[in-house]
């Protein structure tokens, strides 16, 4: 008002003629500043960033308003176009070609061109087929508008054979007793033979008729499996014996886009929770009897229903959640375990948490046209109690083991609708290891020392819940 107010006093005291063109020559001003408008807001890519593993590359422009895309694949060699509308080649995104790694599993390199006024191109060099997904996310958190490029492979691999061709737990030769147990192991094609070390599923019809459809001693662990197994070193051509391999699915929480919470130190928890992760795979497959599926290996971001299908897809007898908790009180501390609710959180804290987790998908990133909801809503209803029990006998005994280690937040298993633990025939919990945002737990999170007592402590829960709830023999679902 201080500005409006004197020219309008001293305008009562001018001609007429004189205001007139004051008048014309102020909407003449405001005229123009309409006019550029449009360019003064025109498209800026504020973050390029790309996140390569075996399961998919993704790429994420981070900018600062929605951006309209084409795009189109061209084959002989394979490449991925896309064309960017409103946008101008700005140096922020000439980084991304420097961000492209060696290592890429699939993208060679990108280049990036201002292929037409206002219209900016990139041109992804291949290194095999990929199915694209190129999609926007609304601002969510830190983050603003985000045009996200998903490549995945055009012929994923079968998700039980990557299982056994990355399986280190097959440790033991069978060299010795292979000429005595042909009848147990199909001859595969030439291309597909394994070295000395692997061990070849059995036969399932061979395999029932010899054995039957018996459960596991955890001890001996010398009872039938259907669909996978080891020949210990006594088995004999008279007296064959399978052992029933146990497969555990381990699920990083968050990753790629998503960082999770973060503590005060600068710890995220996408990388805490993946270094314990790891530590456990590796004591779980130094057990002659099991076998682990990482549902991330890396850094990246993997959908809150793709984590459970990727669980389903190798017949997981137990998947476990790994995550750091997190609260806006710098005091709060202590590891709980979690299982799915069927009517509601077991607390206020455990709703809210499980809200929380929920959101991931918004965070990380998922294409809503793909997302199956259809799916979510059936894994929801097919839930069952029994999945529920087992989940609860899991939690307990792997509870009580961390509460040996550490201070724990709640001394029972808490419940709660988390969308990670819907595998409605997989005992299913959710660990949250420690509060990140404890300064003194951060540090406890971030050391190796206590990094390897946790893995250990859910290994003793584990191996407790399985001589207990001796796995089923099962078949192969795909």
Not at 129 to 140: D, G, I, K, R, Y
Not at 363 to 373: E, L, M, P, Q
Request: with cysteine; proline share 7%.
């Amino acid at each position: 008002m201080s500005r409006i107010t004197p020219i309008c006093s001293e305008s009562v005291t001018q001609p007429a003629s004189r205001v007139r063109r004051t008048i014309i020559k102020a909407g003449g001003t405001l005229l123009l500043s309409v006019l550029a408008t449009p360019a003064a807001q025109a498209a800026k890519i504020l973050a390029v960033r790309v996140w390569p593993a075996e399961d998919y590359t993704r790429v994420t422009l981070e900018n600062d308003t929605e951006l309209v895309t084409n795009f189109f694949t061209v084959k002989n060699p394979e490449r991925l176009v896309v064309d960017i509308e409103g946008l101008e080649l700005n140096p922020t995104l000439k980084e991304l070609v420097a961000k492209i790694q060696p290592n890429d599993p699939y993208i060679k390199q990108v280049r990036v061109g201002q292929n037409k006024p206002n219209i900016v191109r990139l041109v992804f060099d291949l290194k095999e087929e990929v199915s694209p997904q190129v999609f926007t996310l609304q601002p969510v958190g830190n983050y603003k508008h985000r045009l996200v490029f998903d490549l995945y492979p055009a012929n994923p691999p079968d998700p039980i054979a990557a299982l056994i061709e990355k399986g280190e737990w097959q440790k033991d030769s069978v060299a010795q007793v292979a000429p005595t147990t042909p009848n147990l192991k199909p001859e595969l094609p030439a291309s597909r033979q394994p070295d000395t070390r692997q061990v070849q599923k059995p036969d399932t019809k061979i395999a029932e008729k010899i054995t039957g459809d018996k459960s596991v001693d955890i001890n001996s662990m010398a009872s039938a499996d259907k669909h996978s197994g080891q020949v210990p070193e006594n088995a004999t051509d008279k007296n064959p014996v399978i052992t029933r391999m146990i497969t555990i699915a381990i699920d990083p929480g968050h990753g790629g886009e998503d960082p999770g919470a973060t503590g005060r130190g600068g710890s995220r928890e996408k990388d805490v929770v993946l270094a314990i992760a790891k530590r456990l795979k590796a004591k779980i497959e130094q057990q002659p009897n099991m076998r682990v599926m990482l549902t991330r290996d890396a850094d990246y971001f993997v959908p809150l229903n793709v984590r459970v299908q990727k669980a389903r897809a190798v017949q997981a007898d137990l998947f476990m959640s790994v995550h750091a908790d997190a609260f806006v009180n710098a005091s709060a501390r202590g590891s709980s375990v979690f299982i799915l609710s069927e009517k509601g959180a077991s607390s206020t804290a455990a709703r809210w948490l499980a809200d929380k987790e929920n959101a991931a998908d918004l965070i990380g990133g998922v294409n809503i046209k793909t997302h199956d909801k259809q799916l979510a809503s059936v894994l929801l209803d097919l839930s069952t109690t029994a999945q529920i029990n087992d989940s609860l006998k899991l939690g307990k005994v792997v509870l009580n083991e961390i509460g040996g280690i550490n201070r724990l937040h709640k001394g029972a298993v808490e419940q709660a609708g988390f969308a990670v633990l819907k595998a409605p025939d997989i005992p299913s919990i959710l660990i949250e290891t420690a509060f990140i945002s404890n300064p003194e737990e951060e540090a406890r999170l971030t050391d190796d020392s206590y990094q390897d007592q946790l893995a250990e402590a859910v290994l003793k829960g584990v191996k407790k819940y399985f001589a207990k709830n001796p796995p089923l023999a099962k078949n192969r679902m795909t």
